[in-house]
């Protein structure tokens, strides 16, 4: 059964770090591997104060992916932030029937832009926001609809 489940500074334990880096399959590259449990770690401790969420998608007992999402302000426009996001190493690059066909990474960010849209009509939000890890990762985003930003490393898409 599919879940998506929310944490944020109210519900998030002390042991969340735990129960999420043990319900992960890292990459196989040792130094990528610790990278990824770093940002897990560090995710998890944002957690526990009010300005980030973290998402954790789940089939059954297998955790897809994550995404935690932060507000924050492009100038004076404000915008959701992805602040990271992982895709569990055996579901990396696939394709999921459960996911309507979709890649989980592409899922997450499509849930990430209608987060985007609901927080919009309440507070009047511009643009979605990532900061991607490499350029790999930044041309991936920008065949997922994400722009650069002028003379930043920035990548968005307009609500």
């Known amino acids: 059964m599919l879940e998506l489940k929310k944490y944020t500074s ?3 334990s002390y042991r969340l770090g735990i129960d999420v880096l043990s319900s992960i ?3 196989e590259d040792l130094e990528q591997s610790q990278r990824e449990k770093h940002f897990i ?3 998890c ?3 526990q104060k ?3 969420v973290l998402y954790q998608l789940k089939n059954n007992d297998d955790t ?3 995404i935690a999402l ?3 302000s492009i100038g004076e426009f404000p915008s959701l932030q992805i602040d990271y996001l992982f895709i569990n190493c055996s579901y990396r690059g ?3 029937a459960i996911l309507d066909n979709l890649k989980t990474s592409t899922y997450l960010i499509e849930f990430a832009i209608e987060v985007a849209k609901e927080i919009q009509e309440i507070a009047g939000l511009r643009y979605l926001v990532l900061l991607p890890d490499n350029d790999k990762l930044q041309n991936v985003y920008k065949h997922m609809g994400f722009s650069t930003l002028p003379k930043q490393n920035w990548l968005y898409i307009k609500l």
């Open 10 to 12: 109210r519900n998030a």
């Open 94 to 96: 696939k394709t999921l």
């Open 50 to 52: 009010p300005s980030t």
């Open 41 to 43: 770690e560090d995710i």
């Open 25 to 27: 399959e890292f990459s």
């Open 64 to 66: 897809l992916g994550l």
């Open 45 to 47: 401790k944002r957690v």
């Open 70 to 72: 932060s507000v924050s």
